[in-house]
């Protein structure tokens, strides 16, 4: 029997041995997905107390209950380890691991070729290699197949490898990790196969396009076009303040047309591990072919530029009422990168606090998801500080509260009761207020 025949019958016989590197937002549910059909799953992390945590049938993202980990750790479908020689166990290992941006807004795949390079000490022949993590199109073709195939072993022949982009969304309720269209592309027709027979086991849809790069186009695509939209969106909102146009109630007509017309709303800037870096992947490998991608790099600009918009609208408001921002009491509400999650990677909640704290504010937060401030590539050595009980007490104590997250648990109606002015950058207050300053 072939490689490929055998790898088949094992997934569709649910005998295959799933391995996810990666346990956060996106690895972790995919692999309890998977334990849930019934298969055999282990997880890797280097973190100790994630793998722990999971092993002892406790989850710690907030949208995941540790009654559904605990549901599939006690009959033994799944386990969690920082081991990595156990991949040597798996019979398709998925890739979920980080690709941050340097400093200088370059791609960093060290975390995908760190990972490729363990993988490939225990490779063996018959095995399906996946990458879900985000990049530019020819990342699983030149990087992660180079490294693999300097163990003699052959792509294709000895083992299979494809593409396969993450499409997660925490918090969303309607659609889930099973339920969103899965994309798959293999580096060869046989990866390929196998890739889609493994994924249609636990997605509902499966959509095969021909190649890896393909599939990592999918993925650059989706997340460019939101990323040059939110920023034409921030660019009106900045546009209409300046003619005295309440831009809410502008997208609200607007949302009115039933075609021709997709709604994207401002804010403070933007978020989340991939709208802020994946289109500059794209951007990265564009000038490695000559073409210069205008386009994204003005909607990075203007994205990256909103939080400084956000202060000047606060600045301005405390100007109006004879204050400084320095020595000023600003409490931000809401730190994580959207509403009704806990995730904080690439808020634009903490350049804001930085910005506020280097003009001399005294700064507190409240959010009712993100207890504590987790370290940050961008911020590693941010103040200790704690979201603070929101009460009437410590908002009538405040000279601004500045609405960045929009979370729906927060109490907006107490907040306008007893804050002395708002600066809301969600559009939360609909309504004309004199207390309420719109950014």
């Known amino acids: 029997m072939s490689h490929k025949a055998a790898l088949l019958q094992k997934i569709e016989q649910h005998t295959a041995t799933v391995g996810v590197i990666g346990l956060g937002y996106v690895g972790l549910p995919l692999a309890l997905a998977f334990a849930d059909r019934g298969m055999r799953v282990i997880g890797f992390d280097v973190d100790p107390n994630k793998t722990a945590a999971l092993n002892g049938g406790r989850s710690y993202i907030q949208h995941i209950a540790s009654e559904r980990v605990q549901a599939v750790v006690e009959p033994g479908r799944f386990r969690a380890t920082a081991a990595f020689e156990r991949l040597a166990e798996c019979d398709a290992i ?88 899965k994309v798959v592309g293999g580096c060869d027709a046989d990866a390929g196969d196998i890739a889609e027979a493994l994924y249609a086991k636990v997605i509902s849809r499966v959509v095969r396009v021909s190649s890896a790069a393909a599939a990592e186009a999918t993925k650059i695509s989706e997340n460019v076009f939101r990323a040059v939209n939110i920023a034409l969106v921030n660019e009106l909102k900045v546009v209409y303040e ?11 007509a607007a949302s009115t047309k039933p075609f021709g017309y997709m709604r994207f709303n401002p804010g403070p800037g933007w978020g989340g591990h991939c709208i802020p870096l994946d289109p ?27 939080p400084a918009y956000v202060i000047e609208r606060l ?54 998801l993100v207890s504590e ?16 009980p929101l009460t009437a007490e410590l908002l009538a104590a405040q000279d601004v509260v500045v609405v960045v997250t929009d979370h729906t648990q927060v109490d907006y109606a107490l907040v306008l009761q007893h804050a002395a002015l708002i600066v809301d950058a969600r559009g939360v207050y609909r309504a004309a207020h004199p207390k309420v300053v719109k950014a």
């Open 373 to 388: 401030l987790p370290d940050t590539r961008s911020w590693p050595g941010h103040p200790d500080l704690r979201s603070a």
């Open 280 to 306: 500059f992947y794209l951007s990265w490998k564009a000038r490695e072919h000559g073409v210069d991608t205008k386009f994204i790099e003005l909607a990075g600009e203007i994205n990256r530029g909103m």
């Open 94 to 181: 998925i890739i979920c691991v980080p690709t941050p941006l340097t400093e200088t807004r370059d791609p960093d795949l060290s975390y995908v070729a760190s990972t490729t390079e363990q993988i490939a000490s225990v490779l063996h022949a018959g095995q399906l290699i996946v990458l879900e993590s985000t990049t530019y199109p020819g990342t699983t073709d030149e990087l992660v197949c180079g490294i693999l195939q300097r163990t003699g072993l052959v792509s294709g022949r000895d083992f299979y490898l494809a593409f396969s982009p993450e499409r997660e969304d925490p918090g969303n309720e309607r659609y889930s990790t099973t339920t969103i269209p």
């Open 242 to 252: 300046r003619m005295g146009i309440d831009v809410w109630e502008v997208l609200d």
């Open 315 to 368: 600045q301005l408001a405390l100007n109006d009422r004879q204050k400084s921002v320095k020595g000023s009491k600003v409490l931000i509400l809401g730190m994580a990168y959207k509403k009704d999650v806990g995730d904080t990677r690439e808020s634009p909640a903490y350049p804001i606090a930085q910005q506020l704290l280097a003009l001399g504010a005294k700064l507190g937060y409240h959010d009712p």
